[in-house]
C-alpha cells in the first residue's frame, strides 16, 4: 500500500463523493433527494471543488454541464425522480457531448424507502444512449466514479451511475487514494457542435449512433464485466448489490457480473451462457437486462421467479432458485408504526386547523407529506416536487372557477423553489383563485435539514442572497393583499388568514413561518 493510501470503512454514497475528488473534479452540484443528498455533503467538505445546492436537478444538471463544456470535470448527483427533472438536459447533452468530464449519479429506490415510486433509472441510459454504470460496494463506488469521468472524455458523452438505497446507504471498506492532478482543457468554440437547433442536431445525432456503436463494442473487453466461473449448471447474471445478494445465496454458482448496465457487454455475456446449463438474470424491478439478452438471442429466464417490486434479498433468491422456505414475516398483530411529524413541528398546528376547516388540501412533497397519515389525515395528494400548485389549478378548473370555498395546496419553502413558482405563475395568469399555502420551516427537512435559496446560506454555509418568499409571489403576480405571513404556532392567525384568503377572489399565498424544530439551536 502507498503511503498516501488509507483503508476507510464508509458508505456508499461517500465512496462516490471521494472518487469524484480523486478524478480531479472541481465543480458539482444537486438538489437534495434520498438516497442521493450525502453525495453532495460529502463532495462539499473538499475545498477544491465548488459545490453547490440547486434549485432543482434540471438546473443542477445544467451547472454541471456548463462547468464540462467549460474543460472542468463536474459531476451532478440527484435520486431517481430527479432524473426526470434533469431529463431535458441529459437528452440533449448526449448530442452535444462535453469537454472536460460529465457523471450523472442517479440513486434508484427500489422498495420505495423514501419514494412516491419505483422507476427504474437504467431505461434513461438507454433512452438517451449515455453509458451506465453500477457500483455493487462502497470501493466500486469510487473507482466506477473516477472511471466514469474517464469514460465521458474518452467518449465525449455524459456518464450515469446508478447507485441505490442498499448501496448508497450501506458501508464497505474504500481505500482512500490521492487526488489526480486533473489540468483543466481549453474550451474552443464550436457552434454546431453546442447549439442543438434541428440542422445542427440532425448531424450530431449520426454522431450519437456512431458514438454507441463504439462504446457497444468496447465494453465487452472491460475488465469491470467479468465471468466468476464455479459450477456448470446454473450461470447468474446480475449487477450492483444483486450481486452482493447472488455471492452471499449461491456461493457455488458461476456468476456474470456486469459493471457497465448500458450498453451490455453481450458477446461476452454470451460467451458466459455457452458455458452454463442453465441462465437465469436476478435483477430489481424491471427485466431490463433480460429482455436485452433474449433480443440478442440470448436463452435466459429472469421475471419468471423474480418479482418487478421491490428489493430482491438473499432470501428471496434462495426461496426462488433453491426452493427454500420463504422468510418469515412480521407478525400481523403487532402494531404499526408509519411515520410521524415530529413533537413540536411547525405543521402539525396548521394541519389541524386545516382539519378543523375541513379544507380540502392538495399535497406536495416534503417533512409535510406526512400530514396524509393519522392522526391528521389532512393533505389528500402527492405526485411530484412542485405538482400541488397546478393541480389544484386544475382542480379548480374541473369543479367551477370561482366556486370553491374549501380546497388549499400546501408545499414546503424548498419544493416551492425547486418546482412550485411556475405553478404559481400559471395559476395567476390563467386568473385562477388557487390557494396556496406555503409552509416555510427554513430548511429542506425531510432530506435531513439542507439549505435552498430562502435560507440565505449555501450548501458550504456561506452567507448569501437570501429569497424572499413573499417577494417572489408578488413577482409572479399575486397581489399584496392577497399575501398572508403567519406563524404557524399562532394558530388563530393561521385560522384568520385562511378564512380571508379563501373569501378574496384570484391566487393568494399564505405562508406559515417557523424554524423547523430540530434546527431551533438551545432546545431542550
Known amino acids: 500500500m502507498k503511503s498516501e493510501e488509507r483503508k476507510v470503512l464508509q458508505l456508499g454514497n461517500y465512496g462516490v463523493a471521494r472518487g469524484a475528488w480523486e478524478a480531479g473534479c472541481t465543480v458539482a452540484a444537486a438538489y437534495p433527494g434520498t438516497p442521493s443528498t450525502e453525495i453532495t455533503e460529502f463532495i462539499a467538505k473538499y475545498p477544491e471543488i465548488d459545490a453547490e445546492w440547486s434549485s432543482n436537478e434540471k438546473v443542477a444538471f445544467e451547472v454541471a454541464l456548463g462547468a464540462a463544456i467549460g474543460g472542468a470535470r463536474a459531476i451532478v448527483s440527484m435520486k431517481h425522480v430527479g432524473l426526470n427533472v434533469a431529463a431535458d438536459p441529459l437528452f440533449t447533452a448526449s448530442y452535444t457531448g462535453i469537454n472536460g468530464g460529465l457523471v450523472c449519479v442517479v440513486a434508484d429506490d427500489p422498495g420505495m424507502f423514501s419514494s412516491q415510486n419505483e422507476q427504474d433509472s437504467r431505461f434513461y441510459a438507454r433512452a438517451s444512449h449515455v453509458p451506465m454504470l453500477e457500483p455493487s460496494d462502497t470501493q466500486e463506488a469510487k473507482d466506477f466514479t473516477k472511471l466514469a469521468f474517464e469514460l465521458s472524455e474518452k467518449y465525449d458523452t455524459p456518464v450515469l451511475v446508478r447507485m441505490s438505497t442498499r448501496i448508497s446507504h450501506s458501508q464497505g471498506m474504500m481505500t482512500e487514494e490521492s487526488r489526480f492532478d486533473y489540468k483543466l482543457k481549453p474550451y474552443i468554440k464550436d457552434i454546431a457542435k453546442y447549439v442543438m437547433v434541428p440542422n445542427f442536431a440532425r448531424g450530431r445525432h449520426v454522431v450519437v449512433e456512431k458514438r454507441a456503436d463504439r462504446i457497444a463494442a468496447d465494453v465487452n473487453g472491460m475488465e469491470i464485466n467479468r465471468a466468476e466461473m464455479r459450477g456448470a449448471d446454473l450461470g447468474i447474471v446480475c449487477a450492483g448489490a444483486v450481486y452482493q445478494y447472488v455471492r452471499e445465496a449461491l456461493p457455488d454458482v458461476s456468476v456474470f457480473k456486469l459493471g457497465t448496465i448500458f450498453p451490455l457487454p453481450i458477446e461476452k455475456i454470451r460467451a458466459f451462457s455457452q458455458k452454463v446449463k442453465r441462465l437465469v438474470v436476478a435483477e430489481e424491478l424491471e427485466p431490463f437486462i433480460e429482455n436485452q439478452l433474449?433480443?440478442?438471442?440470448?436463452?435466459?429466464?429472469?421475471?419468471?421467479?423474480?418479482?418487478?417490486?421491490?428489493?430482491?434479498?438473499?432470501?428471496?433468491?434462495?426461496?426462488?432458485?433453491?426452493?427454500?422456505?420463504?422468510?418469515?414475516?412480521?407478525?400481523?398483530?403487532?402494531?404499526?408504526?408509519?411515520?410521524?411529524?415530529?413533537?413540536?413541528?411547525?405543521?402539525?398546528?396548521?394541519?389541524?386547523?386545516?382539519?378543523?376547516?375541513?379544507?380540502?388540501?392538495?399535497?406536495?412533497?416534503?417533512?409535510?407529506?406526512?400530514g396524509a397519515l393519522p392522526p391528521l389525515s389532512v393533505m389528500e395528494t402527492l405526485v411530484c416536487m412542485g405538482a400541488a400548485v397546478g393541480m389544484l389549478a386544475g382542480y379548480e378548473k374541473a369543479r367551477g372557477r370561482g366556486t370553491l370555498k374549501n380546497a388549499v395546496t400546501v408545499i414546503g419553502d424548498s419544493t416551492f423553489v425547486h418546482g412550485g413558482i411556475t405553478g404559481l405563475i400559471d395559476a395567476v395568469y390563467n386568473g385562477m383563485n388557487t390557494k396556496v399555502v406555503i409552509m416555510d420551516n427554513s430548511t429542506t427537512g425531510m432530506t435531513g435539514h439542507q439549505e435552498h435559496p430562502a435560507t440565505g446560506k449555501t450548501l458550504k454555509g456561506e452567507q448569501t442572497y437570501q429569497l424572499s418568499l413573499e417577494g417572489i409571489s408578488k413577482a409572479c403576480g399575486v397581489k399584496d393583499e392577497n399575501i398572508a405571513v403567519v406563524n404557524a404556532y399562532d394558530l388563530a392567525a393561521v385560522e384568520r388568514a385562511l378564512e380571508e384568503q379563501l373569501e378574496k377572489p384570484g391566487v393568494s399565498v399564505i405562508i406559515t413561518r417557523a424554524p423547523c424544530i430540530l434546527c431551533v439551536k438551545g432546545r431542550k
Open 294 to 370: 433474449k433480443a440478442n438471442g440470448i436463452q435466459c429466464e429472469g421475471k419468471k421467479y423474480f418479482s418487478k417490486q421491490s428489493e430482491l434479498s438473499v432470501n428471496i433468491i434462495k426461496e426462488k432458485l433453491l426452493g427454500a422456505k420463504p422468510a418469515p414475516k412480521a407478525d400481523a398483530s403487532l402494531a404499526a408504526r408509519p411515520p410521524v411529524l415530529c413533537a413540536g413541528c411547525p405543521h402539525r398546528g396548521v394541519y389541524q386547523v386545516m382539519g378543523k376547516m375541513g379544507l380540502t388540501v392538495f399535497g406536495d412533497i416534503g417533512c409535510y407529506s406526512l
